[in-house]
């Protein structure tokens, strides 16, 4: 069972940087792919981006140019690097990975709040 902890959430000013943190315990995640939602008051969870063990990384349209995904296998982290936030970038970041069997885990939420 792999568990997931974000951090790094908080409050910023649009045009501002904020770096997501997501933490694997549990199970070496190193070959997995894993990716960052997001869930807007009223909305549903959306990708944002994700990247593959051969750190390939893929984005929303919303945040290409904007949002960089990487990792550190010897961390167990994965990160999602924020720049020249908006408010419409306000949500709850959640951390995913893609396990085998196509199951997946979740982490608990950071809150990332931009401040026009």
């Known amino acids: 069972q792999v568990q997931l902890v974000e951090s790094g959430g908080g409050l910023a000013q649009a045009g501002g940087s904020l770096r997501l943190s997501c933490i694997a315990s549990?199970?070496?995640?190193?070959?997995?792919?894993m990716e960052w939602y997001r869930q807007a008051p009223g909305n549903e969870r959306k990708l944002v981006a994700g990247?593959?063990?051969?750190?390939?990384?893929y984005y929303a349209d919303a945040v290409k140019g904007r949002f960089t995904i990487s990792r550190d296998n010897a961390k167990n982290t994965v990160y999602l690097q924020m720049n020249s936030l908006k408010p419409e970038d306000t949500a709850v970041y959640y951390c995913?990975?893609?396990?085998?069997?196509?199951?997946?885990?979740w982490g608990q939420g950071t809150q990332v709040t931009v401040s026009s």
């Open positions: 995913n990975v893609l396990l085998a069997g196509g199951k997946t885990s």
């Open positions: 990247i593959t063990a051969s750190r390939r990384s």
């Open positions: 549990g199970s070496n995640v190193s070959l997995n792919q």
